[in-house]
Structures are given as C-alpha cells and as structure tokens.
C-alpha cells in the first residue's frame, strides 16, 4: 500500500505560479506522476518521473510551464506551474505506479491522493 497526501493548492490569478506537493508513505514504487481533471472533462496525464533516474516527461499543453520533480529524502513529488491560465483550473492528483514503465494512462497508475483543487482567475 502507498498513501499519497497533496498540499499546496489554491487561488490564483492568471500569469501567476503555484506549487502542489504530494507526500508518499508506505512501499516503494517506480514511477510518480500528476493528473488533473477540469469540471466535465475528463481526468488527463499532465507528468510522471521516474523515481530512481528523476527522468521527467510531460504532456504538451503543459511543457515549458509546469515542472515536476521529486525529493527523495521527503518521499514527496512537486508539481511547480508557472504561467497558469485559467484552462488550468482543475482538481490536481498525485499518483504512483509500482511497476516499471512512464505510462501517460490512469489506469497504469496502482495509487491516488485524494486530489486538491487549483484555481486560475482571469
């Protein structure tokens, strides 16, 4: 088992920066990676790090303004946004994969936080 503890969301205008962390506790696991889900829409891959390397992928709409990274000591992973729109407004999660593997799908990923909301005003 993993419990996975987000922190950090909040209110913020357009333009600005926030960061959300995710506090990991019980087995090891491979691989951390986030995901939002705005209302109505489905939940999308947003990006993962492979917890040994610290190798980061990401998905389009956010590459260039997010940034993920873990420290290992704390057992936690960040999510820093940078230039948020209001399009980023959702529910963020944290989530972690056991096996090896970056997958971008949710159903890959084993363990869930119990999600934290971020908004973006305009």
């Known amino acids: 088992q993993v419990q996975l503890v987000e922190s950090g969301g909040g209110l913020v205008q357009a333009g600005g920066s926030l960061r959300v962390s995710c506090a990991a506790s019980?087995?090891?696991?491979?691989?951390m990676a986030w995901f939002r889900q705005a209302p109505g829409k489905e939940r999308e891959f947003i990006a993962t790090?492979?917890?040994?390397?610290?190798?980061?992928y990401y998905a389009d709409s956010v590459k260039g303004r997010f940034t993920i990274a873990r420290d290992k000591a704390k057992n936690t992973v960040y999510l820093q946004m940078n230039g948020l729109k209001p399009e980023d407004t959702a529910v963020y999660y944290c989530?972690?994969?056991?096996?090896?593997?970056?997958?971008?799908?949710?159903?890959?990923?084993?363990?869930w936080g119990q999600g934290i909301q971020v908004t973006v005003s305009s």
């Open positions: 790090i492979i917890w040994s390397a610290g190798s980061t």
């Open positions: 989530a972690c994969r056991i096996g090896i593997g970056v997958p971008r799908s949710e159903s890959a990923y084993d363990y």
């Open positions: 019980g087995r090891t696991f491979s691989t």
